[in-house]
């Protein structure tokens, strides 16, 4: 099997359909989510280094490439430049953002830096003038995707065309660019503008040679009026693809990988409880002998409440026979004394987590061949800059990605992260598909760092019991309560959680003056965690769930409501 050191210290096995997707990452945050959306479509796609050479082998199967986006300009000297292959291959192009401007460089235009970048969502007009006849069919099924006449499944037919040759449409587009086409390269014809006055949707113009298309914004996230119809016009009816890929094919690949590359050895997972690594343990279990799998739980201090309890039974339900839990609440609230910078607590947090993973390990006996397995997703690697490529840039690090000890482990090929190709909501349909049970596959996420990085400042152990009840409150009241159509308000939410504050606030308690801490409520909606929006909270609701904070919480003496959307700021605060 195959190292990869830089990244997940194994390379799985790759799925061998009879068609795919290639999509070259340049260092974009959201090219794993082009790769998602394309496979909610039923295909398959593969991401790789955008430097990578093309070679045949890599190309066996493959319809078309989209080139992402990056966080480079062009025309910097470490700007990522494809393989000069990809311009002679004759497969489609797709370029998306920084993949339309690399086009346009490479082929003599102009790119250069605008004065006020575009970002978020800007209008865009799309049109179609009548001596557009001569494009090719291709061209034509490709602005199919624009047409808000043609529903998902004719397009998913690849045969959708244009309702008109006049077509005009207006939408938003979601754009993250501070750059922009002065000039096309010869061949190109812009066919869309935003509102700020610049190329937005581009072709080439000869169609039968270079059948290039390009967009100046990300239809890969949600924000994109018909961006999941605009990939699927270019997948099936510009590379007539057609829909082969399932989730229950990739849990067989998974399995079967894991079991070629594991063979007899023992596996030790740190599992947390949540969702994903909560999967990766039933995945464990299923794929290989449960006599060699090992599940380790660490009580930190640093969970949620009665978190111990709800592991132990939920792991026993799923057949563990060797269940270690490890009580360790005093080494690592020693450890974070002092601390209030975010990433230093995320450091000593991962380098703690390793070391006494080390110790525990030397007690229970296991070789020195043992397998490390952890919950990593795909958002993990990228916001920690360890995408695909080498071009991502660091977000804020993950105790299981960016430790130097973690690291370390990489380099040895020691460890087994079976969700690094995968986004939250791909790791709840793979748990649906292991049988875990519902509750446990609808969890709200929950980071490895626990409530250190839900505590702004310093990190102790008052504050995480006072954090620890008001969090548990909150949930518990979003699991009662009911939206209009009856659904619980913890099912309408992707992610919620409180966080406490490092001021205190002068409040009234009957009549007494109260200096109690702030706590902040979170609550967004979002399909992968990429991008996420604030639930628009029921007042009534809101205003209840607080005022049951102060009144049971003596210690908080204000509650607030975080309002800010991801982005421009994070889901988590640290």
Same mark, same amino acid.
């Given at each position: 099997m195959q190292q990869n050191p830089d990244n997940t210290g194994i390379r799985q096995s790759r799925w061998s359909p009879q068609e795919k997707i290639l999509i070259l990452d340049f260092g974009s945050q959201t090219t794993g989510l082009i790769g998602r959306r394309i496979r909610d479509l039923g295909v398959y796609t593969e991401i790789i280094p955008g430097d990578e050479t093309l070679t045949g082998a890599l190309l066996t199967g493959v319809r078309g490439i989209i080139l992402s986006g990056s966080p480079e300009s062009v025309y910097t000297p470490k700007a990522p430049v494809p393989d000069p292959r990809i311009y002679t291959c004759g497969l489609p192009l797709l370029g998306i953002c920084y993949g339309l401007q690399r086009m346009t460089a490479d082929m003599g235009g102009r790119v250069e830096p605008l004065s006020q970048r575009e970002y978020g969502g800007v209008p865009v007009q799309l049109e179609l003038p009548g001596d557009s006849a001569g494009l090719s069919d291709q061209a034509w099924r490709f602005f199919a995707g624009f047409d808000r006449s043609i529903p998902l499944a004719r397009l998913i037919a690849g045969n959708a065309l244009p309702s008109s040759s006049t077509l005009t449409v207006s939408f938003t587009a979601w754009? !993250? @660019?501070? #750059?922009?086409?002065?000039?096309l390269a010869a061949g190109f014809r812009e066919y869309g503008r935003s509102s700020t006055g610049f190329p937005a949707v581009v072709i080439h113009q000869d169609q039968e040679r270079r059948p290039w298309f390009g967009l100046q914004f990300h239809p890969e996230v949600s924000h994109s009026e018909r961006g999941k119809e605009i990939l699927a016009a270019f997948v099936f009816g510009v590379c007539a693809c057609t829909v082969s890929w399932t989730m229950e094919q990739y849990r067989e690949q998974l399995s079967a990988s894991l079991a070629e590359q594991v063979g007899t050895s023992p596996v030790l997972l740190l599992i947390s409880g949540g969702v994903d690594s909560t999967v990766v343990g039933a995945l464990l279990l299923k794929a290989l002998d449960p006599e060699q799998v090992h599940l380790m739980y660490m009580d930190t201090g640093l969970m949620r409440k009665d978190e111990s309890k709800t592991v132990q039974s939920a792991l026993e339900g799923l057949g563990a026979r060797h269940l270690h839990i490890v009580h360790c609440e005093t080494a690592f609230l020693s450890a974070l004394k002092g601390l209030e910078e975010p990433e230093a607590k995320r450091r000593v947090i991962g380098d703690l987590f390793i070391t006494l993973q080390e110790q525990e390990v030397a007690r229970l006996g296991l070789p020195d061949t043992y397998f490390l397995a952890q919950g990593t997703l795909y958002t993990d690697?990228? =916001?920690?800059?360890?995408?695909?490529?080498?071009?991502?840039?660091?977000?804020? !690090? @993950?105790?299981?990605?960016?430790?130097?000890?973690?690291?370390? *482990? %990489?380099?040895?090929? %020691?460890?087994?992260?079976?969700?690094?190709? /995968?986004y939250k909501d791909e790791v709840r349909q793979l748990g649906r598909l292991l049988a875990l049970d519902e509750e446990l596959v609808l969890r709200h996420p929950f980071p490895g760092p626990g409530l250190a990085v839900r505590i702004l400042g310093e990190v102790t152990q008052e504050k995480c019991a006072i954090l620890r009840e008001a #969090?548990?409150?909150?949930?518990? =009241?979003?699991?009662?309560?009911?939206? +209009?159509?009856?659904?619980?308000?913890?099912? =309408?939410?992707?992610?919620?959680?409180?966080?406490?504050? +490092?001021?205190?606030?002068?409040?009234?308690?009957? $009549?007494? &003056?109260?200096?109690?801490?702030?706590?902040?409520? &979170?609550?967004?909606?979002?399909? #992968?965690?990429?991008?996420? $929006?604030?639930?628009?909270?029921?007042? *009534? $609701?809101? /205003?209840?769930?607080?005022?049951?904070?102060?009144?049971?919480?003596? $210690?908080?003496? %204000?509650?607030?409501? #975080?309002?800010?959307?991801?982005? +421009?700021?994070?889901?988590?605060? =640290?």
């Open positions: 754009m !993250s @660019h501070g #750059d922009t086409l002065t000039q690697l990228i =916001e920690s800059g360890k995408g695909v490529g080498k071009k991502a840039h660091l977000i804020k !690090s @993950h105790h299981n990605v960016g430790s130097p000890l973690v690291k370390a *482990k %990489r380099q040895a090929g %020691r460890i087994i992260e079976p969700l690094d190709k /995968l #969090d548990a409150l909150y949930i518990a =009241e979003l699991k009662k309560r009911r939206s +209009p159509l009856g659904k619980r308000l913890y099912d =309408e939410i992707w992610q919620a959680f409180g966080v406490l504050l +490092p001021i205190r606030s002068v409040g009234v308690a009957g $009549d007494v &003056r109260k200096y109690g801490w702030v706590l902040s409520l &979170r609550a967004v909606v979002s399909t #992968d965690g990429m991008t996420a $929006d604030v639930y628009p909270f029921p007042i *009534k $609701d809101l /205003l209840e769930i607080s005022t049951l904070i102060t009144n049971t919480v003596k $210690d908080i003496g %204000r509650v607030t409501y #975080d309002v800010s959307s991801k982005p +421009p700021a994070t889901i988590e605060w =640290e």
